[in-house]
């Protein structure tokens, strides 16, 4: 214990044993001791029995005090040897955990460079092979090398071992320069040929077929091949190919067509324009198919219905009206916003400036947007539709005749839904119309539009 501790506790003491004498005296003031004294000399007990027992009294709180000092002596010195080992620990575990800190960092932060490293190289790779101009043969002969490593391997065991086989290293070495140039070339091709039936997976069906493959001789070029080739081929087997006649094949890869659940939604959107339009011509309107004809430049107008003297809404119509259709298909999660109905209400306006010198002033140009039941529009799309006169129709997404049947001078030609010329062909003359069946459309002397090439069977 430092001379400062042993001060700081006789201090202590010594403020506690003052004021014990200082409380017996003044609890008995010195008239009232010398009285007790006088009393005390007279009975001849003074010297006998109270100064001892004074001095004993004294003798006992002095050893009480030093007894307690020592006690607290030794209890602080042990308290204090506690604290130290406590601080002791405390520095210990500080320093292990400063280490253990010190090398998870030192880790993370060089198992990070290591893999940014490998990934700024498998980045400098791809960027290689991305930027070269024979990717193919360059990805092909990393591959090659990947194939061949074994051989390295096993090259340079024979020649590095105890006993060196140096022949057979070397004729090792041959057969895998040997492998490694066929590998090289049969993994670009194969590279090559996986890339062209991705791009274009309708070659497929002729690489797997020879007679096919022997009839693409027979076109100029690959956009000759994709003008005229016969798509319900898509639709259909090897085996329903070879078997079926011209006629059921066509009506087989239509069934097909209809049937197929998983539509882009380009097609289902097509499909659905001309339900629309279908349904309006059983009501006797005349039917622009605007949409599917111009495409990405049908400014919004997908149908442009009319019939003169009639209306599809309860309302009086003296010298007819004009409906500019938009048709949306959406699924049920996804709401028509009012984005959909100002455009509408923008393209009918511009319509009725473009062709104001057609009609007369007594023509209504209505905005209509024909929905299926399950197709919803939010809150604000119906607010738009209210104040800017858009009228909202509901039309059920029924069956329709799809074949068009179109004649083009002489040639009595039909479409079906996946022919190149499909969207283009318009059914407005005479003669004209839309079949629900192949047999349909040959009963009245249509014939398919495209050229049929290789296997024919009738």
């Known amino acids: 214990?430092?001379?400062?501790?042993?001060?700081?506790?006789?201090?202590?003491?010594?403020?506690?044993?003052?004021?014990?004498?200082?409380?017996?005296?003044?609890?008995?003031?010195?008239?009232?001791?010398?009285?007790?004294?006088?009393?005390?000399?007279?009975?001849?007990?003074?010297?006998?029995?109270?100064?001892?027992?004074?001095?004993?009294?004294?003798?006992?709180?002095?050893?009480?005090?030093?007894?307690?000092?020592?006690?607290?002596?030794?209890?602080?010195?042990?308290?204090?040897?506690?604290?130290?080992?406590?601080?002791?620990?405390?520095?210990?575990?500080?320093?292990?955990?400063?280490?253990?800190?010190?090398?998870?960092?030192?880790?993370?932060?060089?198992?990070?460079?290591?893999?940014?490293?490998?990934?700024?190289?498998?980045?400098?790779?791809?960027?290689?092979?991305?930027?070269?101009?024979?990717?193919?043969?360059?990805?092909?002969?990393?591959?090659?090398?990947?194939?061949?490593?074994?051989?390295?391997?096993?090259?340079?065991?024979?020649?590095?071992?105890?006993?060196?086989?140096?022949?057979?290293?070397?004729?090792?070495?041959?057969?895998?320069?040997?492998?490694?140039?066929?590998?090289?070339?049969y993994k670009e091709i194969e590279y090559k040929y996986n890339f062209i039936i991705g791009s274009f997976p309708e070659l497929k069906l002729y690489i797997d077929n020879d007679t096919e493959l022997l009839s693409m001789a027979e076109y100029l070029s690959y956009s000759d091949l994709q003008e005229n080739r016969d798509r319900s081929r898509d639709f259909l087997s090897n085996d329903e190919w070879n078997k079926l006649t011209v006629s059921q094949r066509n009506q087989l890869a239509l069934d097909r067509y209809i049937q197929k659940r998983k539509k882009s939604n380009w097609a289902i959107g097509r499909d659905y324009e001309m339900a629309c339009a279908y349904s309006l011509r059983e009501k006797g309107f005349s039917v622009e198919m605007h949409g599917i004809e111009k495409r990405y430049g049908d400014l919004g107008r997908d149908l442009i219905a009319t019939k003169f003297g009639h209306t599809l809404f309860d309302e009086d119509s003296k010298k007819g009206e004009i409906f500019i259709i938009q048709c949306k298909c959406w699924n049920k999660d996804l709401h028509i916003t009012e984005n959909v109905l100002m455009q509408l209400f923008g393209t009918t306006i511009a319509y009725?400036?473009?062709?104001?010198?057609?009609?007369?002033?007594?023509?209504?140009?209505?905005?209509?947007?024909?929905?299926?039941?399950?197709?919803?529009?939010?809150?604000?799309?119906?607010?738009?539709?209210?104040i800017l006169g858009i009228k909202i129709m509901i039309q059920e997404f029924i069956d329709f005749p799809r074949i068009k049947c179109n004649i083009n001078g002489n040639d009595k030609i039909y479409h079906l839904p996946f022919d190149q010329q499909y969207d283009t062909a318009q059914i407005k003359n005479k003669g004209e119309f839309y079949a629900y069946t192949v047999a349909e459309a040959e009963e009245k002397g249509f014939r398919r539009a495209h050229r049929y090439k290789g296997n024919k069977n009738n």
């Open 1 to 185: 214990m430092s001379k400062f501790e042993e001060g700081c506790i006789s201090t202590i003491l010594f403020l506690i044993y003052i004021p014990l004498i200082i409380a017996i005296t003044v609890s008995f003031p010195i008239e009232t001791i010398v009285s007790l004294s006088k009393i005390a000399y007279s009975k001849g007990i003074l010297f006998t029995i109270v100064i001892p027992v004074t001095f004993v009294f004294i003798i006992v709180i002095t050893t009480l005090l030093v007894t307690l000092s020592f006690r607290y002596k030794n209890k602080v010195k042990r308290h204090k040897k506690e604290i130290d080992e406590i601080i002791e620990i405390y520095n210990r575990k500080t320093k292990e955990l400063e280490y253990d800190y010190n090398k998870k960092t030192t880790e993370l932060n060089d198992n990070y460079k290591s893999k940014l490293n490998d990934l700024l190289k498998r980045e400098g790779i791809i960027k290689h092979v991305l930027d070269s101009k024979t990717p193919f043969k360059y990805v092909a002969q990393m591959a090659a090398d990947l194939s061949t490593y074994l051989y390295e391997k096993d090259e340079n065991y024979l020649r590095y071992k105890p006993h060196p086989a140096i022949s057979a290293a070397e004729k090792l070495k041959e057969i895998k320069e040997t492998t490694n140039k066929e590998l090289v070339f």
């Open 352 to 386: 009725q400036i473009e062709n104001k010198k057609n009609f007369g002033n007594g023509i209504k140009i209505i905005p209509v947007l024909m929905i299926p039941p399950f197709t919803k529009l939010s809150d604000m799309a119906k607010n738009f539709a209210e």
